[in-house]
């Protein structure tokens, strides 16, 4: 049974810092098209970054630069580094996977995380 567990978020102020991991079992990050999501209240859920299977990268344009995922094959974690964070970063956070790109860039993963909450404040 595939689990995937985030954790890492919480409250900062702006201009600070958090790492969210995303803890897979089940499922080999090796073998998986993988990313970050986020959804804020009252807004759409929205793709932050993603990587493939041979560790290429994409970020949303409103966070390049500012945050970095990565993956660690070893300990089969998924991580997200959130630099210069801002209020509008606030949202829950979603790791998900697939062995579908496709289906993982248009939010339609077969495996979903339950989600951490990142709040940012000014």
């Known amino acids: 049974q595939v689990q995937l567990v985030e954790s890492g978020g919480g409250s900062v102020q702006a201009g600070g810092s958090l790492r969210l991991s995303c803890a897979a079992s089940g499922y080999a990050v090796t073998t998986a098209y993988m990313g970050w999501f986020r959804q804020a209240p009252g807004k759409e859920r929205e793709r932050v970054a993603t990587i493939g299977t041979t560790g290429t990268t994409t970020h949303a344009g409103s966070v390049k630069g500012r945050f970095t995922i990565s993956k660690d094959n070893a300990k089969n974690i998924l991580y997200l580094q959130m630099n210069s964070l801002k209020p509008e970063d606030t949202a829950v956070y979603y790791c998900?996977?697939?062995?579908?790109?496709?289906?993982?860039?248009?939010?339609?993963?077969?495996?979903w995380g339950q989600g951490t909450q990142v709040t940012v404040s000014s």
């Open positions: 998900a996977a697939d062995s579908n790109f496709v289906r993982l860039w248009g939010g339609q993963s077969l495996y």
